[in-house]
């Protein structure tokens, strides 16, 4: 049974409209569809949206509450949006903004481009902190994801790209051989 599932989703400033077998909801920042999976139901009580399963299963509970968070984000970002940051650490390593997204040199002979996808705002700050912002929860956790993959850090002194809240791991290197 989901704990998740049971909670009511709050709506501030939000129109949620039921269609078919989709919930759209608009906002200051765009619109998001979230599909309806089958099985459920959805009642919107004032602010409030209540997720109901039509019957018990095991395949109701493992989707009750994915589909109450898949709700919650979207109400979330269409009315306040996401961000992801992101860290460049190591000697030279640093990001321009382009026409169409940004410009990454991370030790490599050649700078990367980035294109940023529509409904995608990159920006940089202090040319080794890159912000990743959308409403989009799901979009915006794909892009930071693939500037990260430009040069994922490395266990040895840590350069690379991060995610800022992330610590990397260390590993000690060649230890000196003891004399004997």
Known sequence: MSRIGKKPVKVNSASVEIKDDKIVVSGKNGTLEVPIFEGFDLDIVGKE???VKKHNSNYLNAKWGLLRSLVQNAILGVEE???????????????QKSAKGIIVSAGFSHPVEFDA????????????????RGFDKQKVGQV???????????PYKGKGIKYANETIRRKAGKAAKASA
């Open 49 to 51: 949206i209540k997720i």
């Open 81 to 95: 949006g996401f961000e992801k940051r992101l860290e460049m650490v190591g000697v030279g390593y640093r990001a």
């Open 117 to 132: 996808p529509e409904g995608i705002d990159i920006s940089i700050e202090e040319n080794t902190k890159i912000v990743v």
């Open 144 to 154: 930071a994801s693939e500037i990260k993959r430009i040069r994922k850090p490395e």
